[in-house]
Antibody
Framework: EVPLVESGGDWVQPGGSLRLSCAAS????????MNWVRHTPEKGLELLAN????????YYVDSVEGRFTISRDNAKNSLFLQMNSLRVEDTGVYYC???????????WGQGTLVIVSS | IVVTQSPLFLPVTLGQPASISCKSS???????????LHWFQQRPGQPPRVLIY???YRASGVPDRFSGSGSGTDFTLRISRVEAEDVGIYYC????????FGQGTKVEIK
């Protein structure tokens, strides 16, 4: 069983929106810190947003603050990333990861590809 | 915190040792006493996976030919004897202040 499975990646025009989902299984999702990490040709690997077990624990990198929103549904073992005002430079592979301790990522999803292009 | 890896490209001979350096712009010692420097491996066509966490702790299932060392701002990942399956890109990442990755080191067989 794969612990994390992302979905929702697609091609979208600049200025558009996408919602990524991550389905978790095989561990106690509700107690876990969960992150969205992306890989782009320009910046390599980059932590975009992370979220603790509580709705009040959400943090973002400056480049996506105000455009992206991380959320979770603990009842459905799911993590989400709502992405608005997408830019060409947001093109990349988006990973859902479990963060055990300050960047110790023990689980990675397979990734979902987002292409922002006109 | 900026994390800088070297070299960015590392051709290696099977059975020989290899090492990758990672330097940070600030100390990675957290106020809780832990040092948050981790190493990840990304094989072709696969997502990254953790190799070493908190400088020197080998993750579950990682062969003992991989080891990590260092302190403060200077860290090293070593492979004692390179095998064909070690081809890929290796990243260090600091977790002391937010989380930032190095540029990656591409390891290939000569």
């Amino acid at each position: 069983e794969v612990p994390l499975v992302e979905s929702g990646g697609d091609w979208v025009q600049p200025g558009g929106s996408l919602r990524l989902s991550c389905a978790a299984s095989g561990f106690t999702f509700s107690n876990s810190w969960m992150n969205w990490v992306r890989h782009t040709p320009e910046k390599g690997l980059e932590l975009l947003a992370n979220m603790g077990p509580s709705e009040t624990q959400k943090y973002y990198v400056d480049s996506v603050e105000g455009r992206f929103t991380i959320s979770r549904d603990n009842a459905k073992n799911s993590l989400f990333l709502q992405m608005n005002s997408l830019r060409v430079e947001d093109t990349g592979v988006y990973y859902c990861v479990r963060d055990l301790e300050h960047g110790y990522y023990d689980y990675w999803g397979q990734g979902t590809l987002v292409i922002v292009s006109s | 915190i900026v994390v800088t890896q070297s070299p960015l490209f590392l051709p290696v001979t099977l059975g020989q040792p290899a090492s990758i350096s990672c330097k940070s712009s600030q100390t990675l010692v957290h106020s809780n006493g832990n040092t948050y420097l981790h190493w990840f491996q990304q094989r072709p066509g696969q997502p990254p996976r953790v190799l070493i966490y908190k400088v020197s702790y080998r993750a579950s299932g990682v062969p003992d030919r991989f080891s990590g060392s260092g302190s403060g701002t200077d860290f090293t990942l070593r492979i004692s004897r390179v095998e064909a399956e070690d081809v890929g890109i290796y990243y260090c990442m600091q977790g002391r202040d937010w989380q930032t990755f190095g540029q990656g080191t591409k390891v290939e067989i000569k």
